[in-house]
């Protein structure tokens, strides 16, 4: 049974961290990916970054890299994304997604399986 769940998320300042994760439950082998989203009122939801299981490749919006860090614990199951030097508009509700690579990877509608989502707030 597939199932995500994140945790993480809450307020902070600008500049401040912030840590995300994600128990993905129901993938464990085959080529699939899994990547965090965000979406803020009145816009499309966005790729923010994503990774591909069987290579651990990392991918970023231009708009994050450098300041986001996508990681996957094969482990224990846990997608994490660690943000740094967080701005206003990184202000949104972010989900974790998880669907079998072939697609755009950065692309929501690629993805087939979404966590409920939590919400960050940048603010001073």
């Known amino acids: 049974q597939v199932r995500l769940v994140e945790s993480g998320g809450g307020s902070t300042q600008p500049g401040g961290s912030l840590r995300l994760s994600c128990v993905v439950s129901g993938y464990s082998s085959g080529d699939y990916c899994m990547g965090w989203f965000r979406q803020s009122p009145g816009k499309e939801r966005e790729g923010v970054a994503a990774i591909r299981a069987l290579s651990n490749s990392p991918f970023y919006a231009n708009s994050v890299a450098g300041r986001f860090t996508i990681a996957h614990d094969k482990s224990t199951h846990t997608l994490y994304l660690h943000m740094t030097r967080l701005k206003p508009e990184d202000t949104a509700m972010y989900y974790c997604?998880?669907?079998?690579?072939?697609?755009?990877?950065?692309?929501?509608?690629?993805?087939?399986?979404w966590g409920q989502g939590t919400q960050v707030t940048v603010s001073t």
């Open positions: 997604a998880a669907g079998f690579c072939g697609g755009l990877i950065l692309r929501a509608k690629d993805y087939t399986d």
